[in-house]
């Protein structure tokens, strides 16, 4: 069964940056177009990023020019800056679109002077 890990995150100050990371058994990112996805409280699960098998990049609105994912063989990465409170959010990495991998456990990200 395919598993997901994701690290990376913190509280930060508006303002500051962070660079989450994720990885996938069976190279799953290197095979499949991945992404990131987050989820606010009381909101529902939306992806931000995602990178093709290419890397070809797509971003929501909400993150364009703040936020960059890459990809380095079998681990995914979300480089953010900029950070807003509106960026709060538990963030997790999947393929895109989703497929019957489970989901990993997240990490929580906090945007809070």
């Known amino acids: 069964q395919v598993r997901i890990v994701e690290s990376g995150g913190n509280l930060v100050q508006p303002g500051g940056s962070l660079t989450l990371s994720c990885v996938g058994s069976?190279?799953?990112?290197?095979?499949?177009?991945g992404g990131w996805y987050r989820q606010a409280p009381g909101k529902q699960r939306e992806v931000v990023a995602s990178i093709s098998t290419i890397g070809r990049t797509n971003y929501d609105d909400s993150v364009m020019g703040r936020f960059t994912i890459s990809r380095d063989n079998a681990k995914m990465y979300l480089q953010m800056n900029s950070l807003k409170p509106d960026d709060t959010a538990v963030y997790y990495c999947?393929?895109?679109?989703?497929?019957?991998?489970?989901w990993g456990q997240g990490t929580q990200v906090t945007v809070s002077s």
């Open positions: 999947n393929l895109v679109p989703l497929s019957n991998i489970a």
């Open positions: 069976g190279s799953i990112f290197k095979l499949y177009t």
